[in-house]
């Protein structure tokens, strides 16, 4: 199984919205709507932010949200602020039933 | 609120058996239809599956880690553990454990193995 394809880094201001991509194969993100995100700060065990493609945990801000078109998922964060500053992770259930997760993208608030 | 803490040997020497311990706290690991779960993370890369166990005992396994790896369940000691054999430096990493269904919900803080001579 081959990691799905996030960008390495990716950045922005206070106040912006951005959108990281998560892509893979109908085998994977495309086949399943069990697609996740974590966000990872520096020294830290991931934490999860999105589940089953679009869901939010209690207690994680209404800022993100997921979505899903073919065989790409989507992570976006509104009106970022300095703590979302961090790694994030996609990950998605596969047809081996495995899991495979993306490199990860680094988040810089500028 | 169910937490999880892994223990393991921290450094170890190629061609070793790397044995890591998850015990899980205020709750019990047989209730549930749960999937336990361990994933490692190489310094400065990604996040990569190693595999799972279910309550019922049945596992599932990276194709990529498949020959070098079991994961087995322990319910009288409330934890789950993992056995990787012959590592090498190339299984350097921090070891999470962690709870799955549709997602992972619950981590570890991590446990970091480094494999060296």
């Not at chain 2, 890369?45 to 020959?67: A, D, M, V």
């Amino acid at each position: 199984q081959s990691a799905l394809t996030q960008p390495a880094s990716m950045s922005g201001s206070p106040g912006q919205s951005i959108t990281i991509s998560c892509t893979g194969t109908s085998s994977d993100v495309g086949g399943f709507n069990y697609v996740s995100w974590y966000q990872q700060h520096s020294g830290k065990a991931p934490k999860l932010m999105i589940f089953d493609v679009n869901k939010r945990p209690s207690g994680v801000s209404d800022r993100f949200s997921g979505s899903k078109s073919g065989n790409t998922a989507s992570l976006t964060i509104s009106g970022l602020q300095a703590e979302d500053e961090a790694d994030y992770h996609c990950t998605s259930y596969t047809s081996g039933s495995t899991w495979v997760f993306g490199g990860g993208t680094k988040l810089t608030v500028l | 609120q169910v937490q999880l803490q892994e223990s393991g040997p921290g450094l170890m020497k190629p061609s070793q058996t790397l044995s890591l311990t998850c015990s899980v706290s205020s709750g019990s690991i047989s209730s549930g239809s749960y999937y336990w779960t361990w994933i490692r993370q190489p310094a400065g890369k990604g996040l990569e599956w190693i595999g799972r166990i279910h309550t019922t005992g049945r596992t599932t396994y990276n194709p990529s880690l498949n020959s070098r790896v079991t994961i087995s369940l322990d319910t009288s000691k409330n934890q789950f553990s993992l056995s990787l054999n012959s590592v090498t430096a190339a299984d350097t990493a921090v070891y999470y454990c962690a709870r799955g269904m549709s997602a992972f919900d619950l981590w570890g803080q991590g446990t970091m193995v480094t494999v060296s001579s």
